[in-house]
């Protein structure tokens, strides 16, 4: 009787510890949840900062909704007289697409149509940013610029819009001429494991944007500018990816520039190049 008793009480001792441990790993598994959904959400807002607008709040002077208003994926610009060739924008990570006139400024002085891209969520369009939204439609951009104006055409992605640019290139390689990547990255989690080396941000990243991948086999002229003193996207991220590319490839360095400030120290010129070394039949 008594070695029954002692039985009992060990058993009941252990089920008194087993309910404790299962309480303090559901509590420890709850604070990971929240800390990795809070991590995630952090790291979400890192990448997007849409700007919603009508669009009469995106269109100016020179520039209209593109390819029709009722079907809007952005803003196209045609140069004076006949295009030699065409230019898909895909900008950065804040505001909408009517911020970017300055593309079509340059670009189309040198005789190139541009079409700044809009995203899913950004202006006056609907959906959710992610990089499976955004890469399915710029494909979708992609496409339809080929079908309708043919080639040559150039792609260009500036930050965001660089990791966009070089995964829709990647899987419409056929229909790109060149690729123009302004203050990009290798790898996105190397940006956000600078911005937040806190946090384990290979684990909580949702959105990879991987352009070293995306670009291994790519095999057509791929121009890289990075901004000297870019504190968002630090310009080894780019010099890295750049150093990952196969021929043809070229860098150019933006001296005394930032992330948001080099487009004004480029100048027609600096345009000319880089739109020349994309577009040389050498290649």
């Not at 104006?149 to 660089?162: D, K, R």
């Not at 080099?262 to 010129?269: C, H």
Request: hydrophobic fraction near 45%; aromatic fraction near 10%.
């Amino acid at each position: 009787m008594h070695a029954k008793l002692v039985r009992s009480g060990n058993n009941g001792w252990i089920g008194l510890e087993a309910r404790k441990f299962t309480r303090i790993v559901l509590r420890l598994t709850g604070a990971c949840l929240i800390l990795f959904t809070g991590g995630a959400v952090l790291l979400d807002r890192l990448i997007y900062f849409p700007e919603k607008a009508a669009i009469e709040g995106v269109v100016s002077e020179g520039l209209h909704p593109w390819p029709i208003r009722e079907a809007f994926r952005g803003l196209v610009a045609e140069p004076a007289g006949t295009a030699r060739g065409t230019v898909i924008v895909f900008h950065g990570n804040a505001g909408h697409v009517g911020h970017r006139s300055f593309y079509a400024a340059v670009l189309t002085r040198l005789g190139l149509r541009v079409i700044l891209a809009e995203y899913p969520g950004y202006g006056p369009r609907d959906g959710t940013p992610s990089e499976k939204s955004l890469v399915a439609d710029a494909q979708q951009t992609i496409a339809l610029a080929h079908r309708l104006y043919a080639t040559p055409l150039l792609l260009i992605g500036e930050s965001l819009g660089a990791g966009v640019a070089a995964a829709a290139s990647s899987r419409e390689r056929d229909k790109a001429t060149g690729l123009l990547l302004i203050t990009p990255w290798d790898r996105l989690e190397h940006v956000a494991a600078y911005h937040y080396p806190w946090l384990p941000v290979r684990w909580l990243l949702r959105d990879r944007y991987d352009s070293e991948a995306h670009l291994a086999s790519f095999g057509r002229p791929v121009l890289v500018v990075v901004a000297q003193r870019d504190s968002i996207v630090p310009a080894r991220f780019g010099e890295a990816l750049y150093m990952a590319l196969g021929d043809p490839r070229k860098l150019m360095v933006v001296e005394t520039a930032g992330h948001n400030d080099w487009i004004g120290r480029v100048d027609d010129p600096w345009w000319r190049d880089a739109i020349g070394f994309l577009l040389a039949p050498s290649h």
